[in-house]
Antibody
Framework: EVQLVESGGGLVQPGGSLRLSCEAH????????MGWVRQALGKGLEWVAN????????TYLDSVKGRFTISRDNAKNSVYLQMNSLGADDTAVYFC???????????WGQGTLVTVSS | QSALTQPRSVSGSPGQSVTISCAGT?????????VSWFQQLPGKAPKLILY???QRPSGVPDRFSGSKSGNTASLTISGLQADDEADYYC??????????FGTGTQVTVL
């Protein structure tokens, strides 16, 4: 059974940093692209970042470029999102998700809440 | 990276059909057959219900169907049931391994 378990969310001050982690189970992790998607409270889904199978290709939402970094450790079946220079607009539930080979997010974690506030 | 446009809400009676549109541009929906749809219940993670415009993952009933014409994709729910009441989002490849979601549609079963 595929499982994605996020951690690392919490309350952070504006301008601060946070690192989200997502541990994957139940599939051959190093064979798949992974991504992060966020959802502000009461709002829609927003794609944030993707990383390819070996970590050599990373893509980002324009508004997070230069502030967020996606990475992965295939030995640990984990993907990460380092978030710097956080602002109120970054407050959201962040979901880790697995891409299938038809460019669709077929499995999602339960999400981790990031709150940026003083 | 502008969000795809969906109607804010649609409604129907049990047994009826509803269709949700997802309007994009020639740079996303119109350019790729990589449109997917998600169902999200309150407080839950999204669930994939369609991918590659028309394909259903295992376990998704055939009441859910998809299509695309030009820059607009559509999700049709036939034989509407009470547990179809949820938020629905489309998602499209937008080139260079970037993606864009729709604004989301709340489906209400009357």
């Amino acid at each position: 059974e595929v499982q994605l378990v996020e951690s690392g969310g919490g309350l952070v001050q504006p301008g601060g940093s946070l690192r989200l982690s997502c541990e994957a189970h139940g599939f051959t992790f190093h064979d798949y692209w992974m991504g992060w998607v966020r959802q502000a409270l009461g709002k829609g889904l927003e794609w944030v970042a993707n990383i390819n199978e070996d970590g050599g290709v990373k893509t980002y939402l324009d508004s997070v470029k230069g502030r967020f970094t996606i990475s992965r450790d295939n030995a640990k079946n984990s993907v990460y999102l380092q978030m710097n220079s956080l602002g109120a607009d970054d407050t959201a539930v962040y979901f880790c998700a697995k891409w299938n080979r038809a460019a669709a997010l077929d499995y999602w974690g339960q999400g981790t809440l990031v709150t940026v506030s003083s | 990276q502008s969000a795809l446009t969906q109607p804010r809400s649609v409604s129907g009676s049990p047994g009826q059909s509803v269709t949700i549109s997802c309007a994009g541009t020639s740079r996303d929906v119109g350019a790729y057959n990589f449109v997917s749809w998600f169902q999200q219940l309150p407080g839950k993670a999204p669930k994939l219900i369609l991918y590659a415009v028309t394909q259903r993952p295992s376990g998704v009933p055939d009441r859910f169907s998809g299509s695309k014409s030009g820059n607009t994709a559509s999700l049709t729910i036939s034989g509407l049931q009470a547990d179809d009441e949820a938020d629905y989002y489309c998602c499209s490849n937008a080139g260079r391994h970037t993606y864009v979601f729709g604004t989301g549609t709340q489906v209400t079963v009357l």
